[in-house]
């Protein structure tokens, strides 16, 4: 069974960092791409970051570049995002998310909330 447990998330100021991790087990995730992505209240979830596993291709959307960092750990199954310069815009659920062609497994999600 395929599992996604991402951790990490909190209330932070305007301006500080936080690191989200997503461990992934259940399955060979050579082949996949993981991805971020958020959904804020009200809002649709949307496209943060993702990284190929096998080439460690990245690729943000335009609100984070620059400022969010996605990367993996082999040996450990696990996905990471740092994030810096936080705005109070980027208050929202965390998913961690996993697939080949489309993202087929999900994570429960982690609350990041930025005060200003």
């Known amino acids: 069974q395929v599992q996604l447990v991402e951790s990490g998330g909190g209330l932070v100021q305007a301006g500080g960092s936080l690191r989200l991790s997503c461990a992934a087990s259940?399955?060979?995730?050579?082949?996949?791409?993981m991805g971020w992505f958020r959904q804020a209240p009200g809002k649709e979830r949307e496209f943060v970051a993702s990284?190929?596993?096998?080439?460690?291709?990245?690729r943000y959307a335009d609100s984070v570049k620059g400022r969010f960092s996605i990367s993996r750990d082999n040996a450990k199954d696990t996905v990471y995002l740092q994030m810096n310069i936080l705005k109070p815009e980027d208050t929202a659920v965390y998913y961690c998310?996993?697939?080949?062609?489309?993202?087929?497994?999900w994570g429960q999600g982690t609350q990041v909330t930025v005060s200003s």
């Open positions: 998310a996993a697939g080949g062609s489309s993202y087929r497994y």
């Open positions: 259940g399955r060979t995730f050579s082949n996949y791409r």
């Open positions: 990284i190929n596993w096998s080439d460690g291709g990245t």
